[in-house]
Nanobody, 125 residues
Framework: QVQLVESGGGLVQAGGSLRLSCAPS????????MGWFRQAPGKEREFVAA????????YYADSVKGRFTISRDNAKNTVYLQMNSLKPEDTAVYYC??????????????????WGQGTQVTVSS
């Protein structure tokens, strides 16, 4: 069983930065496609970013492109989401997700088999 643990959320002013981390236990991320999603109150969970296990190709939602960067450190078995130039509309609970051996679309929540418990990110104006 894979358990994902997110950390790094918090309260930040608009224009600030945060870095989220996701460290799975029970299995390495070396062959996992990893994704970040977020859910704001009263809204659907939405795709933020993903990184493939093969070649580390990255994918981003248009709303975060140029501001957020997803990366992975296989040696530390950790995935990161660096968030810069944060806006109040980025406020949400952020979730890490993982799937092994899948060719399904990176941006679809139902692609992923494992989810973290979420970490709150609040951006004040």
């Amino acid at each position: 069983q894979v358990q994902l643990v997110e950390s790094g959320g918090g309260l930040v002013q608009a224009g600030g930065s945060l870095r989220l981390s996701c460290a799975p236990s029970g299995r390495t991320i070396n062959t996992a496609n990893m994704g970040w999603f977020r859910q704001a109150p009263g809204k659907e969970r939405e795709f933020v970013a993903a990184i493939g296990w093969f070649r580390g190709i990255t994918y981003y939602a248009d709303s975060v492109k140029g501001r957020f960067t997803i990366s992975r450190d296989n040696a530390k078995n950790t995935v990161y989401l660096q968030m810069n130039s944060l806006k109040p509309e980025d406020t949400a609970v952020y979730y890490c997700a993982a799937v092994y051996g899948s060719s399904r679309p990176y941006s679809a929540a139902n692609t992923y088999d494992y989810w973290g418990q979420g970490t709150q990110v609040t951006v004040s104006s």
